[in-house]
């Protein structure tokens, strides 16, 4: 059943979206009409729950030219850093749950995602194009330290020399330097960490349950001196909110060791349009016409834009100003010299099991 716009008077804590939005796939919709009849109505129990999850397939093709991937494996669905702005939050409409709350509270455990990514792998004219853990949520979001499902499609990846590009902003990606060092022996793997805000309380708000930007930059300080090549994402970038630390990132990652970074300007495509506004409006009243109008300029008058080649960057006044403040900020600091091309050379197929039997 359907939570249709669920919002509770305590404020969340700890939660990223501060609602359930309506699933758009689902016809029926549970609605809080007479709030007085409160001993009638269960609350809903803001727990971060797991529920084991079977696909049939794992790797999947990004046909948008704007992401800088060409395959990406998620092993889980739903992410509990409950970062407002994901675009993540929409493919949670496709298992029947809200882009909201539900988003951040039921995570999906792709538990056969391993078996999934060799089988993937041993698919007959399979060139090794670098695959990226993860395009859609975070591969080291807390479910990970339980269930090991990244570490496991690392070991399968240098097993058989298959080249990964990995984005992260949790700093449990050091956990498994053991295995992302020895694939960077063979120029296996490349890893972008995000960083959208180094003001803590900012940070806390937008993306509550991620590690510190402070520990962001120890994970590029250490995998880059573990010979990993490293790049920061400063993204999103949202006007009136953190598009000033733009450079300040740029400055603290280039003397962590990176080497390459990007940038996205934020649009809320489909329902993170509302859970955004409602976010924003509750966070920061004072400033929320600012900042949705100035959203509205990047996206010709909306929150959002749906063109490859501008969706992600924006256009106008204040577009044109990060665009050039970015590439300033790049060439001061050194970053994006030279490009990085992962080693497809040295792949080796899976061999299918035979069976004795």
């Known amino acids: 059943m359907n939570v249709a716009e669920e919002n509770f008077d305590d404020y969340k804590y700890g939660r990223g979206a501060q609602l359930n939005t309506a699933n758009k796939f689902l016809k029926n ?20 729950t797991y529920i084991m999850g079977s696909s049939k397939t794992i790797a999947n093709k990004v046909d948008s030219p704007d992401v800088g991937m060409w395959y990406s494996v998620n092993p889980y669905q739903g992410c509990e850093h409950g970062c407002i702005y994901c675009y993540a939050r929409n493919s949670h409409e496709y298992w029947g749950f809200s882009a909201g709350l539900d988003f951040e509270q039921k995570i999906i455990v792709k538990q056969d995602a391993p078996a999934l990514f060799k089988k993937f792998l ?15 949520t975070d591969c080291y979001q807390p479910a990970e330290r339980k269930f090991k499902l990244t570490r496991q499609l690392l070991e399968i990846a240098l097993a058989h020399k298959q080249p990964i590009g990995m984005i992260t902003k949790n700093s449990l990606i050091l956990r498994d330097l053991d295995i992302l060092q020895e694939m960077a022996k063979y120029n296996l793997v490349r890893v972008f960490v995000s960083i959208t805000s180094l ?159």
């Open 199 to 357: 003001d803590e309380k900012l940070r806390q708000k937008l993306e509550p349950r991620t590690t510190t930007a402070k520990q962001r930059l120890k994970i590029l300080n250490d995998l880059s001196k573990a010979g990993l090549p490293t790049g920061v994402m400063t993204a999103p970038l949202i006007p009136g909110l953190n598009d000033y630390e733009m450079p300040a990132i740029l400055k603290q990652a280039a003397n962590n060791g990176t080497k390459s970074a990007g940038y996205t300007v934020v649009r809320l495509n489909g329902v993170i349009n509302k859970i955004f506004e409602d976010w924003l409006r509750k966070n920061f009243p004072d400033r929320f016409d600012k900042v949705w109008h100035q959203i509205q300029a990047c996206h010709n008058g909306n929150v959002n834009d749906s063109r490859f080649g501008t969706r992600m960057r924006g256009e106008g006044n204040f577009a044109e100003m990060i665009r050039d403040t970015f590439k300033l900020h790049c060439r001061l600091n050194k970053l994006n010299l030279e490009e990085v091309e992962l080693n497809r050379s040295l792949f080796k197929v899976p061999q299918a099991q035979i069976s004795m039997f």
């Open 122 to 136: 041993g698919k007959k004219g399979w060139d090794a194009t670098p695959i990226s853990l993860s395009g859609n």
């Open 29 to 48: 919709s549970l609605a809080k009409e007479h709030p007085e009849g409160i001993d009638d109505w269960e609350e809903a129990n803001h727990k971060t």
